[in-house]
């Protein structure tokens, strides 16, 4: 079984709400979406972009999925990251904003995020031992040759590239999106999110998803609350 470690914002939050539409997938319930008109762009084109990273449901990555070694059950899994959870707080990210990673559109915080990519970086870390090693298989597919030797060296490590000090939170919005493509795209994201945007993005809480089946889409298992900082501070 494949499991991931996401933070994904209440099932209210408006942002939630609204890319839960854009996506036109509920990560809450795993059910599709009808996605209305969204001005500038046809049904067919909003499905072709999104098709990518619709299985997955709107998140912020912490721990991309791996394979779950055997011995641990996903409900042990859940547990440990409940109480992993209660003794981490909450986070704001002051302000987000529509941006092109590498050729996908996604949601990042406007400026450095110290506290987020920590927050990332102990949970690799923390949950490393629920993890299978890779199989050579799974390294020779994941390992193009355009990674940096860190990027190497995390991928034996951690089994994913992008951790510690190469991660960068971002939830996506797009899959690739073509070059002459990217500016009309980024015009149709900045108008249908309006300010949500750009709001501020508070990190409470951290979802254990799981793939029911190979290449299914990822289900959530249970949702962890993270503590407020005062209570931590006062504890």
Known sequence: ?????????????????????????????????????????????????????????????????????????????????????????????????????????????????????????????????FRAPMSEGELERRYPLRLTDRQHANLLAWGHPFVLDDYRFHMSLTGPVPWNEQAYVLTVLKRYFGPLAGAPLVIDQLALFHEPEPNAPMCIHSVHRLAEATALMSA
């Not at 941006?99 to 690799?124: H, I, K, M, T, Y």
């Open 1 to 129: 079984m494949r499991c991931a470690i996401y933070f994904i914002p209440a099932r209210d939050n408006p942002l939630t709400v609204a890319a839960t539409r854009w996506l036109g997938r509920d990560a809450y319930t795993g059910e599709r979406v009808d996605s209305g008109v969204i001005e500038g762009l046809i049904e067919e084109d909003r499905a072709f972009l999104t098709a990518p990273v619709r299985r997955f449901g709107f998140h912020g990555t912490l721990r991309a999925p791996f394979q779950l070694v055997e011995g641990y059950s996903i409900d042990t899994l859940s547990k440990a990251l409940t109480r992993f959870a209660r003794e981490r707080p909450s986070l704001l990210v002051p302000r987000m904003d529509v941006r092109l990673l590498d050729s996908f559109f996604c949601l990042v915080p406007d400026g450095p995020s110290p506290q987020v990519n920590a927050l990332a970086a102990e949970v690799v870390m923390s949950f490393d031992h």
